[in-house]
């Protein structure tokens, strides 16, 4: 069964440093990565995806995908308390009619 | 760009009845959506995948008699809960993706609570 695996947290971080989420998947196939974030009662927000091996940066994020790893991470640099949410990882693998398997969420605290 | 609505934000309705859900893509031609479901504090949980003119394709355990959807269009899917019942109470997201990308974009919810 293929399988997205995140922290679920609470992951603390201090307002100004660097929140570092992480995520593994199972299926060695996947080929896009994606992250979302997502306030309490609301729908999921895509924030990044990313398909090939490095960094993608985009302001203050930055995703990094290690396929011979099957790590994908996402980085937020100068954390603000708005940043606080809970984050999705989600992998489409091949042959998979654009389906998405998500990660539970890891829920991240920024603290003034 | 990539705008996605849906139709209410919330309702409420008698155990029995049948409620519809729009979701529209307002500024792209979604070729594929989904439907998802998430109850309070779980993730998200695919129940269904629709193709522009096509039957929808249900997850296992999803009844495709209860749940109804319909993509007649490249800018619309809906989804019918047809005689509900509380369990069904829920959080419904839609989500749309063009031809031209992989990204899903989300749909704001719509909250079911049946009575």
């Known amino acids: 069964q293929k399988e997205v695996e995140q922290n679920s947290g609470p992951l603390s971080v201090p307002e100004g440093a660097i929140a570092s989420l992480n995520c593994t998947y199972s299926?060695?196939?996947?080929?896009?990565f994606f992250w979302y974030r997502q306030y309490s009662g609301k729908s999921p927000e895509l924030i990044m995806f990313?398909?090939s091996n490095g960094d993608k940066e985009d302001g203050r994020f930055t995703a990094q995908l290690n396929k011979a790893s099957q790590y994908v991470s996402l980085l937020i640099r100068d954390s603000q308390p708005s940043d606080s949410a809970t984050y999705l990882c989600a992998v489409m693998g091949r042959d998979s009619n654009y389906q998405l398997i998500w990660g539970a969420g890891t829920k991240l605290i920024i603290k003034p | 760009g990539a705008v996605v609505s849906q139709h209410p934000s919330w309702v409420i309705c008698k155990s029995g009845t049948s409620v519809k859900i729009e979701c529209r893509s307002l500024?792209?031609?979604?070729?594929?959506m989904f439907w998802y479901r998430q109850f309070p504090k779980q993730s998200l949980m695919l129940m269904a995948t629709s193709n522009e003119g096509s039957k929808a394709t249900y997850e296992q355990g999803v009844e495709k008699d209860k749940f109804l959807i319909n993509h007649a269009s490249l800018t619309l899917s809906t989804l019918t809960v047809t005689s509900a019942h509380p369990e069904d109470s829920s959080f419904y997201i839609c989500?749309?993706?063009?031809?031209?990308?992989?990204?899903?974009?989300f749909g704001p919810g719509t909250r079911l609570t049946v009575t």
């Open positions: 299926d060695r196939g996947s080929q896009s």
């Open positions: 500024d792209f031609q979604a070729t594929t």
């Open positions: 990313i398909y």
């Open positions: 989500s749309a993706k063009s031809d031209s990308s992989y990204e899903q974009y």
